[in-house]
């Protein structure tokens, strides 16, 4: 099993109640939509520069400062003492939590995103859960649908596991650094205070404090006229 716990610190989202019954980490993605219709109450405490836009359904917290240009269709929550940066595109059924930095030309939607985590540059998030201090560098992707639409599952050297999801990305567990331009397709989980290498293609689990290194081969030629 891929228990929640493993890979996220629920003292690092107030919205815990989300993974109650989850027993793999993923399955807390289902109970989005169904959490927000009936617990979230919209309101703006936040400040806004300009006039970004955002839709009825949502809630955002104190501190938090929406800038000109980022657009939020809810349902979705947003914590205090967030960043959410111009350019930034939130979709329906997203979860943030506080401190959080949500960047230029990033796209989420139906995902969870745990305290003080950071998604600040061309990132896409799709159908996936970032834990506490977990950090997307520039241009990362977590892919989220099959090429042929199929069921998504997790798979290790053990075998796979069925998550009966067609739309699932990835558990990046707290503290986890992704590199640059890195693309983790469906079904890929990153355990806690593991590493990334920029520019890498991954599918699969990685345990906590691992490295994923990718390595690259350079040739130099000389040009000719």
Request: with cysteine; net charge neutral.
């Amino acid at each position: 099993m891929f228990a929640p716990q493993d890979y996220l610190d629920l003292q690092h989202t107030e919205h815990r109640m989300l993974f109650e019954n989850a027993v793999n980490a993923w399955d807390a993605l289902k109970q989005i939509p169904s959490y927000l219709q009936f617990r979230l109450k919209p309101a703006i405490h936040g400040r806004m520069i300009g006039k970004p836009f955002i839709s009825g359904a949502v809630f955002i917290g104190r501190c938090t400062v929406i800038e000109q240009g980022a657009m939020i269709k809810g349902p979705a929550w947003i914590g205090e003492g967030c960043e959410i940066r111009s350019g930034c595109y939130i979709r329906e059924n997203v979860i943030v939590g506080s401190g959080c930095v949500l960047g230029n030309s990033c796209e989420f939607k139906n995902s969870i995103i745990f305290d003080e985590a950071q998604i600040p540059h061309f990132n896409y998030v799709g159908d996936s859960i970032i834990g506490h201090r977990g950090h997307l560098g520039a241009g990362v992707i977590l892919s989220n649908v099959r090429l042929d639409r199929g069921e998504i599952s997790v798979t290790t050297a053990e075998g796979a596991t069925r998550t009966g999801l067609k739309k699932f990305g990835a558990i990046i567990g707290d503290h986890a650094e992704i590199g640059c331009n890195s693309v983790l397709n469906p079904g890929s989980l990153i355990g806690r205070r593991s590493i990334v290498y920029p520019g890498t293609q991954w599918q699969g689990v990685a345990p906590e404090n691992s490295i994923i290194k990718t390595s690259q081969s350079h040739q130099i030629l000389a040009r000719r006229d």
